[in-house]
């Protein structure tokens, strides 16, 4: 079976996180998607770091495989000309460049939708295309902290931000199903859409629980570290091997499976100081400690054993290292191989599973290494390529 998104052309000017997240998850389920990068080094998400061997950035090798790599200078005339021929043949268009910086260059959502109708174009920004924020820089911690996220998410004592970039992952999902919704909408209308995503908006929505406990208690939820504000126990615990275990408890039948069939304590479940969960919460520090004391004197498989065998909740504290030899995914075959300009890199899939195929796991482009065959599909023959190469509008 094809996969769905498969004769679907998306044309991305694009750089970072956010961006590539959404344009990778189309390439993934089959769009050809056309990266447009500077001529001079290129989306520089590809020097973040050197973390993949022979310099390849880590972030980069994460959100650009199966994309095509065309290196244009758009701000000259003739780059802008062939930028234009590009979007003329796109379903979607999508930009995350500084505010403003589209428009200036007539690539409005107005202007393109003008010229056709049926494009999608997507602008992706910090916080915006109007209010007072709307030219103020936006890097992930910033809209982070800015949208709320590390106020709640660290220690009593210290916030901390997340180890992911989440603001730019949230804004990329957004992106993505909305480029989802509007070809779903076009199939059926004949229209294609403006659509709008800021980085801000999507970490507001995923404040969730958070937000709305401000807004109707008046008193923002405590930072807990691992643990949960109002559910108990919620937290990581020792064992006598490590790694920690994360045990949560969701209800007070969780608390007497716990109790009885791992701590060997049947008199906690009636127990007035830990029988519910408000009790237990008010009494965080006792319980915790309670735990505590059993789980440390366990080898972790054994508690683990136990555990599962009680039904109560848990996982394992794991590290990076951890992730990468997971039995789960190694049981269920998620990982791949991709090629890339430095060898073959390993790849985990993308978590959509289509029953009936696979999602496309192409390599991860050099800087231009499309740049000639794109334009050669534009029209352009060996000298004008040669010219443009050599006056510095391609590269």
């Not at 790599?69 to 979607?92: T, Y």
């Not at 996220?149 to 603001?167: M, Q």
């Not at 054993?305 to 794991?318: F, H, P, T």
Request: aromatic content about 6%; proline content about 6%.
């Amino acid at each position: 079976m094809p996969l769905p998104l498969e004769g679907i052309t998306v044309v991305a000017l694009e750089q970072a996180v956010a961006a590539p997240f959404a344009t990778r998850q189309l390439a993934d389920l089959g769009a050809r998607v056309i990266k447009v990068e500077r001529v001079d080094g290129g989306d520089f998400a590809r020097a973040y770091d050197s973390g993949v061997r022979g310099g390849l950035g880590t972030h980069f090798a994460w959100l650009n495989r199966s994309k095509e790599s065309v290196a244009l200078d758009v701000k000259r005339p003739e780059g802008r000309a062939i930028l234009a021929e590009l979007i003329a043949g796109a379903d979607v268009f999508l930009q995350n460049l500084a505010p403003g910086a589209a428009a200036r260059m007539g690539l409005s959502a107005e202007e393109l939708r003008a010229a056709d109708p049926r494009l999608i174009v997507i602008d992706m920004s910090g916080y915006g295309s109007g209010g007072p924020y709307r030219d103020k820089r936006a890097y992930d911690m910033l809209v982070q902290a800015e949208a709320g996220l590390i106020s709640v998410t660290g220690t009593p004592e210290t916030p901390v931000k997340a180890g992911s970039p989440l603001a730019d992952i949230a804004a990329g999902m957004y992106a993505f199903s909305g480029a989802l919704a509007a070809l779903v909408r076009r199939g059926t209308t004949g229209e294609g859409a403006s659509i709008e995503v800021s980085m801000f908006d999507a970490v507001a929505e995923w404040m969730g629980q958070a937000l709305y406990t401000t807004l109707y208690t008046g008193a923002p939820p405590a930072r807990t570290a691992l643990g949960h504000p109002v559910i108990s126990p919620y937290d990581a615990y020792p064992t006598a091997d490590g790694p920690d275990v994360v045990i949560g408890v969701q209800n007070d039948r969780g608390w007497a499976a716990l109790a009885t069939g791992v701590l060997d304590r049947p008199d906690l479940v009636t127990d007035p100081e830990y029988a519910t969960n408000r009790a237990r919460v008010g009494n965080r520090a006792q319980v915790d400690a309670l735990i505590a004391g059993t789980t440390s004197r366990m080898a972790r498989a054994e508690l683990l054993r136990r555990l599962d065998a009680a039904g109560v909740a848990n996982a394992s504290l794991n590290d990076g290292h951890g992730l990468a030899a997971h039995p789960q995914l190694a049981e269920r075959d998620r990982w791949r191989e991709v090629g890339s300009p430095v060898g073959a890199l390993r790849a985990i899939l993308p978590p959509i599973t289509f029953g009936d195929t696979e999602v496309r796991m192409d390599p991860i482009p050099a800087l231009g290494e499309h740049t000639d065959a794109v334009l050669a599909e534009l029209g352009r023959d060996g000298d004008a390529i040669g010219r443009l190469r050599a006056e510095g509008t391609v590269a």
